[in-house]
């Protein structure tokens, strides 16, 4: 079943933090992977603020080997509907 790993969760296997161990089968299989395009903006802004433009191109380069899950306004509603419902943060209630 595919996964959605959040921005947190990128940031700390890129980073090596100390649970980036409990996200790592789910980066070993990007393809079994979602990406929805806000954890794209998300990332691509933090990483090029901390490590700069080339690095943060790299990151989305491995996010694209996900399945990408673009945002429209019937999933944006569909988000702040789960967000309510399960008391998420906006990437966290992206649906597949």
Do not use: N
Not at 38 to 56: C, H, M, N, P, T
Not at 60 to 85: S, V, W
């Amino acid at each position: 079943m595919p996964a959605i790993v959040d921005t947190c969760g990128w940031i700390e296997w890129l980073t090596d933090g100390a649970l980036s161990s409990a996200f790592e089968p789910w980066m070993q299989s990007p393809t079994e992977q979602l990406a929805p395009t806000v954890i794209q903006f998300e990332l691509y802004k933090w990483v090029k603020r901390e490590a700069g433009e080339s690095k943060a191109m790299e990151v989305i380069a491995a996010t694209e080997q996900c399945q990408i899950l673009p945002l429209d306004g019937a999933i944006a509603l569909l988000a702040a509907d789960l967000a309510l419902e399960h008391r998420l943060s906006f990437g966290d209630c992206s649906p597949p």
